[in-house]
């Protein structure tokens, strides 16, 4: 396959799983401002634009409805759903040769529907909307595309975004002392509340909700089960005929990666959650650095040298 179409489909499953992402830590922040008067709205709102990527240095106070507009429909902000849904649409355009009809139609569509405005009110609408657009262009993809390269191109980006996402959700669960989100709340913006009530069977503590979204082996949305599919994934596109270890850096650190999380115990994590969390989104970016040297290579731009005198 070639390198400009596989890191097209890459980064639409990045795009489209980055927009389901910031939607469900949106949902969850704004629903925590809202119901605890006693939240630094200010602090709250520059807390989160830190931990999603953002510059959080704006001049004045920062309220609910200035976070909604910069990270859903602001066209300028490179964390927004807006720019995430176009981005995913303008890489579906540049491969259209490979990409589905009903996927491109799908990533089209919901481009042109997004709205340039939403109201604080209609927050919690727009965020399902997204949510829903989203879960339609995966659920086309895993319908209606061949197990091949492009597939596992589009899972891999899809997977490795998710662990992203997931860690900065967690990280949201220290954003002020005593007042970040409940775990409940947290596990129903990830789908999985009911999942972890069926697995638990009792009310959310911080130890088992942690080990549910971090450590839980068949919950598609936990970060080891994420991280277990980016591996099966790269993989599966360089199968290994190495004797001894692995040549892919990649696959590699990937593996270094799910192993130091998978074979430690929730309390341990917990006990430095903001930073354990910063070190694996830190990994997810090594891992993608490395997967696009090694499959997406830019090529040196020619420079032209002029004849010696």
Not at 215 to 237: G, K, N, Q, Y
């Amino acid at each position: 396959m070639l390198s400009r179409i596989a890191e097209s489909l890459f980064w639409i499953g990045r795009y489209v799983e980055r927009a389901d992402g910031t939607s469900r830590l949106l949902d969850v922040h704004l629903q925590l401002l809202l119901e605890d008067p006693w939240v630094d709205e200010d602090t709250a709102c520059r807390s989160l634009l830190e931990v999603i990527g953002s510059d959080p240095n704006y001049p004045h106070q920062l309220t609910r409805q200035d976070l909604l507009n910069i990270l859903s429909v602001d066209r300028s902000e490179p964390s927004s759903i807006a720019i995430s849904l176009n981005a995913a649409r303008e890489n579906a355009r540049r491969v259209r040769e490979i990409v589905s009809t009903e996927l491109w139609e799908c990533l089209n569509t919901t481009r042109s529907r997004m709205p340039r405005k939403v109201s604080i009110e209609r927050a919690h609408d727009f965020f399902g909307w997204v949510r829903e657009r989203t879960a339609l262009a995966v659920g086309i993809v895993e319908s209606s595309t061949s197990r091949d390269e492009a597939w596992t191109f589009f899972t891999l980006g899809r997977s490795l975004e998710r662990v992203d996402m997931t860690a900065r959700l967690l990280a949201t669960s220290e954003l002020t002392e005593a007042s970040g989100p409940s775990w409940t709340t947290i596990l129903r913006s990830c789908g999985a509340y009911e999942a972890y009530l069926r697995t638990y069977r009792g009310v959310p503590s911080a130890t088992n909700a942690a080990e549910f979204l971090l450590l839980d082996r068949i919950f598609p949305r936990s970060v080891t089960f994420a991280l277990s599919r980016a591996e099966r994934c790269l993989s599966d596109l360089a199968p290994s005929t190495d004797r001894v270890g692995t040549s892919d850096l990649g696959l590699r650190q990937l593996t270094q990666l799910r192993t130091n999380l998978e074979y430690r115990s929730a309390p341990d994590i917990l006990a430095n959650l903001t930073q354990e969390m910063t070190q694996l989104q830190s990994g997810i970016h090594e891992i993608t650095e490395a997967i696009r040297a090694r499959y997406f290579p830019v090529n040196a731009v020619p420079q032209w040298i002029g004849e010696v005198s």
